[in-house]
Structures are given as structure tokens and as C-alpha cells.
């Protein structure tokens, strides 16, 4: 399987790459792969774009946003195209954006399973990211021991097919 890995990534401290270091190596060693879109800064944008489109956004917002359009546009044709389930991390960090919010809502209407790991009290999260939830964990060792339960017979499952 191919799990995305949704979650903050702008408003984060450390652009969202610690909690997805933590889940990569869980999920490698189950046989799955994973795509990290806090890893692939380059996606589909030029040199130039990668170095200065966050400047852009005080400094030329038109130009700012034809370089985001191109980030969600690949983001999200890898979810639909690519993707066999995301997994999220829903942070403070996270909910001051909207990208998570988006590729979680649009994998849900695709029918892609969406596993959500909570770094909050599930109370303060909203409904609608919980409606798009098919399995909700209160913290990464409740994830883990789901992932060393469920994940592990899904890599067994596709091996007999």
C-alpha cells in the first residue's frame, strides 16, 4: 500500500517533518511505501519556484498562488492516482491552514481510507474532519498498535492475492 502523509506542513515548527519521521519507519518495515509531500519540496515546480515561492506571498501574491495551485494539483492527483490510503496528523499547527483539510475531505469522497491521528483532544477537532475519519487515534502508539494489527495483514492479504 501507499500511504500519503497529510498534515501540517506550512505553519509547523519543523515544516512538519518530525511526527512524519516518526511514521515512515513503522510503516516501511510492514512492507508499505510511503509518500511524503513534507520530503518533496520540488513536486512539479522549477528551482526558482521551490526558493522563493513563500517570499512571493507578501512580495508577489499572483505569482505566490500560481505556484500553490501547482503544489495542490499534484498533491491531489497524487491522493486520487497513486494513493491506496492517507494517513494525518491534526495538530494546533494544522488547523491555522487548510491544505490537510482539503486532501482529507477529497480522499474521503474518493473512498480512500483517511487514519487519523490525533495530537489534540478529539473534542477540539472538527466534525467534519472526523466524518472524513475511517479509523481515529488518540496518540501514535494508539496508531501503532492498530498499524501492527490491521496494516501488517493488509501487506499479507496482497501478497496471497
Not at 506542513?9 to 515544516?15: A, F, G, M, R, T
Not at 526558493?51 to 486520487?80: C, G, H, M, N, V
Not at 477529497?106 to 483532544?121: E, K, T
Amino acid at each position: 500500500m501507499l500511504f500519503y502523509l497529510a498534515g501540517s506542513i506550512e505553519y509547523s515548527p519543523d515544516l512538519g517533518k518530525g511526527w512524519r519521521a516518526e511514521v515512515t519507519p513503522l510503516l516501511k518495515s510492514l512492507g508499505h511505501s510511503v509518500y511524503d509531500p513534507a520530503e518533496d519540496e520540488q513536486k512539479n515546480l522549477t528551482d526558482t519556484e521551490v526558493r522563493e515561492f513563500r517570499s512571493w506571498k507578501k512580495s508577489d501574491l499572483p505569482r505566490f498562488q500560481q505556484t500553490i495551485r501547482k503544489i495542490i494539483a499534484y498533491d491531489l492527483d497524487r491522493i486520487e492516482q497513486q494513493c491506496d490510503a492517507v494517513i494525518c496528523y491534526w495538530d494546533r499547527y494544522a488547523g491555522r491552514g487548510a491544505g490537510t483539510q482539503g486532501e482529507l475531505t477529497f480522499a474521503h469522497r474518493l473512498g480512500i481510507p483517511v487514519y487519523l491521528i490525533c495530537g489534540m483532544p478529539v473534542e477540539e477537532i472538527s466534525g467534519w474532519l472526523l466524518g472524513c475519519a475511517a479509523e481515529v487515534f488518540t496518540d501514535f502508539e494508539d496508531f501503532r498498535k492498530f498499524a501492527g494489527r490491521s496494516l501488517a495483514g493488509e501487506m499479507a492479504k496482497q501478497e496471497s492475492a
